[in-house]
């Protein structure tokens, strides 16, 4: 029998007992010693081949399954999927009935299941190895491989009945566990397990030991990777928070820019309030140090004053801005001085530098309400020194006199009206809002204005003196939150008549307080009879003693009260009842004082031409000196 026959056994890769047919055949047809030695030493040759053919061939698979594991840790994306990958091939490769692998916890002190294939029992895949207990707990505290073809028998290990219980319930019976290792440190353990008993070869601890180096990188370079990710996140992160410092940055420069510049121009408070809504968005309004609106940007809607109030209170307090609802409230203050409040609203987040500029606003703001209050004090002191010596009558034909008017932009040669405002200085601050609206109003009309006093006296272009004072009233008067009386007179033209023209705007307003008419304005033609009276050209005193000097001068001789009883008398509607009950006499009492009175008057006193007179000059004596200066 030729040796090919093993040859063709060899090519169909034949199992190790079909090698011994050969001999049996040759045999059983009674070959010779000399052939049947022939065949041993072919069989031999042929098996020896063969088993070489089979180591081959397993490395071969071995080497293919490291190169995959290699090429899948070079395209790393996730880690979970790279072990389930290695544990598979670990269980394939060794022929094992199950692989698994188990991670050291460092919070915990122990190790736990990570990854298993092949696995049936529940218990089994959530099993916690405590380091040095069981076959894994070893590997994991010494670092060492080991094997074991029959577990329970095994007494190199530390059994715990929690382990063993799941090992059971699992059914293994031979277990092979290498360590992971990452330098110096074992970061878990690589398994392969049998539930029969087997011995494992030196080859097969080798191989699970290349695939547990394996799953080490993987796990190595999921934490870098991982790591790699968190410092881009966080590298992003700070790339974005260095953009929006930079855009806040340069939002706040420009704002600086643009309100220096407010400054620099002689800007006004608008202005700095139409920056902020630029920048900020929103809406704006500015308040004066009484919650008075001096400038609003955007539609503001209406606002809890005791909110805002509270809040501009917290602000002066802590020296930045404080937020209220959907308002964020900045205080405008110089030193102990408080100016007003900046009252922002906005749907948007307000950003720690966004508030530094609306600070920043109110730092301007102060500014410029400082300057215009020190310009308006300067040009108002200017204004009011021309202004009394015109009332004076000083040099009013000096040269000098006229330029002074000419460099304030006053022409004393156009038609003027004289206005005198009553009103009562409550404390500083009045005087000062008082002095400041004065002062604006009367340089934005070419006019000029003095306070003396509870008195503030406009020298005004125009050559309507009643609407003028009813101006002056009205707006004077909102600016201090008090009813302001102003009288007028005028128009005049040329410096020697304002002398003349002050004291008769003052009997108006006099006459206005007399009347009852606290809080109105009117020139002497809206007076009626007593404007016709204390106006210009009058004679008060000669029109008082032709109509009453008789019972004048016998009530200052004997010191009754016939002129009480008279305007009694008629304020009642010629009633002697209602007289009497009036000044608490009797009847026969009145009707005796008007018997008197008609004997110092005449018999017609009643009539209705007397009883005019009579009245008109009973209410011009009742306004004492208004009617005499």
Request: charged share 25%.
């Amino acid at each position: 029998m030729s040796c090919t026959v093993f040859l063709e056994l060899l090519a169909r890769e034949a199992p190790p007992v079909e090698f011994e047919a050969p001999l049996v055949e040759a045999r059983a047809s009674g070959a010779a010693p000399e052939v049947l030695a022939e065949l041993e030493r072919a069989k031999l040759a042929a098996l020896r081949v063969r088993a070489l053919l089979e180591r081959r061939a397993r490395r071969e698979a071995e080497l293919s399954a490291l190169f995959d594991t290699a090429g899948d840790l070079a395209g790393l994306r996730d880690v979970g999927a790279v072990l389930e990958a290695i544990v598979r091939r670990a269980r394939r490769l060794l022929q094992a009935d199950i692989s698994y692998m188990t991670l050291h916890d460092p919070d915990h002190g122990d190790t736990y299941m990570r990854v298993t294939d092949g696995s049936v029992s529940a218990a089994f895949r959530a099993l916690r190895l405590p380091m040095g207990a069981g076959l894994g707990g070893l590997v994991a505290q010494t670092g060492t491989p080991y094997a074991s073809p029959d577990y329970f028998a095994d007494e190199r290990f530390r059994h715990r009945d929690h382990i063993d219980l799941a090992v059971r319930e699992e059914a293994l019976v031979a277990i092979l566990g290498v360590p992971m290792r990452l330098g110096t440190q074992i970061i878990g353990v690589l398994f392969a397990a049998n539930r029969s008993a087997r011995p494992f070869a030196q080859e097969e601890v080798t191989l699970l030991a290349s695939l547990a180096a394996h799953a080490a990188i993987a796990l190595d370079n999921a934490r870098l990777l991982e790591e790699t990710r968190t410092a881009l996140a966080e590298l992003g992160a700070a790339n974005q928070l260095v953009q929006a410092r930079s855009v806040a940055v340069e939002r706040a420069a420009q704002a600086h820019d643009r309100m220096t510049g407010l400054v620099v121009r002689g800007g006004g408070v608008e202005d700095v309030a139409a920056v902020v809504t630029d920048i900020l968005g929103g809406a704006l309004i500015v308040l004066d140090a009484d919650g008075r609106r001096l400038a609003a940007v955007g539609t503001v809607g209406d606002l809890d004053e005791a909110g805002v109030a509270g809040a501009a209170a917290a602000s002066r307090g802590l020296g930045r801005s404080v937020r209220s609802g959907d308002l964020w409230v900045t205080s405008i203050a110089s030193g102990a001085e408080i100016l007003g409040t900046l009252v922002l609203r906005t749907p948007e987040e307000v950003s720690a530098m966004d508030q530094r500029i609306l600070e920043r606003a109110a730092l301007v703001t102060a500014l410029l309400l400082l300057f215009r209050r020190t310009a308006a004090a300067a040009e108002g002191r200017v204004r009011g020194e021309l202004l009394d010596d015109l009332l004076t009558g000083r040099a009013v034909h000096s040269d000098a006199l006229h330029e002074r008017a000419r460099l304030l932009g006053v022409d004393l040669h156009a038609p003027h009206v004289l206005v005198v405002a009553r009103h009562r200085a409550e404390d500083s601050s009045s005087s000062r809002r008082t002095a400041f609206w004065a002062s604006s109003d009367a340089a934005s009309r070419h006019g000029l204005v003095a306070a003396r006093g509870e008195e503030t006296v406009f020298l005004l272009p125009g050559l309507a003196p009643g609407p003028a004072a009813q101006r002056v009233a009205k707006e004077l008067g909102a600016s201090l939150g008090t009813p302001v009386t102003a009288g007028a007179a005028g128009p005049v033209q040329g410096p020697a008549a304002i002398a003349g023209a002050y004291h008769e705007a003052r009997r108006c307003a006099d006459a206005l307080l007399a009347l009852g008419r606290a809080g109105d304005g009117a020139s002497s033609e809206e007076l009626g009879f007593v404007g016709l009276l204390i106006g210009r050209d009058r004679d008060v005193g000669g029109f008082l003693e032709s109509v009453l000097g008789p019972v004048l001068a016998y009530d200052r001789r004997r010191g009754t009260s016939l002129i009480q009883t008279l305007e009694t008398y008629f304020g009642t509607g010629a009633s002697l009842s209602r007289t009497a009950e009036r000044l608490h006499i009797h009847v026969n009492t009145v009707t005796q004082r008007l018997d008197r009175i008609a004997r110092l008057l005449g018999d017609d006193w009643q009539s209705p031409d007397r009883v005019l007179e009579l009245q008109l000059a009973l209410r011009l004596n009742r306004l004492g000196p208004l009617t005499n200066g």
